[in-house]
């Protein structure tokens, strides 16, 4: 289960936020052009989150408390 804070970009509080597999065609092609898709392989990129908004880019999964 994600949390709603999980889900909320930390950049412009969006609730867009989205797995790799969540994305559309489309999205994944804007994903790619992404100022970070140079410095990630795109197997790591798969890992990150994606704010469908403003399109920051989640490195690091983030830990919440039960």
């Known amino acids: 289960m994600v949390h709603v804070s999980e889900k909320t970009c930390p950049s412009c509080?969006?609730?867009k936020m989205k797995d790799w597999t969540?994305?559309?065609?489309?999205?994944?092609?804007?994903?790619q052009r992404l100022p970070m898709s140079a410095e990630y392989t795109p197997k790591e990129r798969k890992k990150h989150r994606y704010c469908t908004r403003c399109w920051y880019e989640?490195?690091?999964p983030r830990s919440h408390k039960a």
């Open 13 to 15: 509080g969006s609730i």
């Open 58 to 60: 989640e490195t690091t």
């Open 22 to 31: 969540e994305l559309t065609d489309d999205e994944k092609f804007l994903a």
